[in-house]
């Protein structure tokens, strides 16, 4: 995944977002990994990706960091500032269509879909 794939804009105050597009996986094979982190604490999310096992769960962990780069950028939080992945959801992006050789001079159409990645971290208010 490139640098020019994350894409960062503003957002509320004690929010940040980050969106990671044209990932080469399916929607659904990301979704389980926005499942596994919605909601928890950022350090504990950005752990749990360091240690899947899913190949995208690397490029799914530096969306997370740079939500919070972003977080620490705009709205002068830090990682210890009791920061929760609030939202992470799936998007469909385009679908590259491959062609496989096969019995009697015949093929097969391929389908390789890629997705988009949205992670929101947001400051959670104690008390």
Same mark, same amino acid.
């Given at each position: 995944? %490139?640098?020019?794939?994350?894409?960062?804009?503003?957002?509320?105050?004690?929010?940040?977002?980050? &969106?990671?597009? /044209?990932? #080469? &996986?399916?929607?659904?094979?990301?979704?389980? *990994?926005?499942? /596994?982190?919605?909601?928890?604490? &950022?350090? @504990?999310?950005?752990?749990?990706?360091?240690?899947?096992?899913?190949?995208?769960?690397?490029?799914?962990?530096?969306?997370?960091?740079?939500?919070?780069?972003?977080?620490?950028? *705009?709205?002068?939080?830090?990682?210890? %500032?009791?920061?929760?992945?609030?939202?992470?959801?799936?998007?469909?992006?385009?679908?590259?269509? @491959?062609?496989?050789?096969?019995?009697?001079? #015949?093929?097969?159409?391929?389908? #390789?879909? /890629?997705?988009?990645?949205? &992670?929101?971290?947001? #400051?959670?208010?104690?008390?």
């Amino acid at each position: 995944m %490139s640098d020019k794939a994350l894409e960062n804009d503003k957002s509320p105050d004690g929010e940040a977002r980050c &969106v990671a597009r /044209m990932l #080469r &996986v399916s929607p659904q094979k990301l979704n389980l *990994l926005a499942a /596994m982190i919605r909601g928890k604490e &950022v350090a @504990r999310a950005i752990n749990d990706l360091a240690f899947s096992r899913k190949r995208i769960a690397t490029a799914v962990g530096k969306a997370v960091k740079s939500a919070v780069a972003n977080a620490e950028h *705009l709205h002068s939080l830090d990682e210890n %500032s009791n920061l929760v992945v609030a939202e992470a959801y799936v998007g469909k992006c385009m679908v590259m269509k @491959r062609f496989r050789a096969r019995a009697r001079g #015949r093929s097969t159409r391929i389908k #390789r879909p /890629m997705s988009s990645f949205t &992670v929101v971290v947001r #400051r959670l208010e104690m008390g």
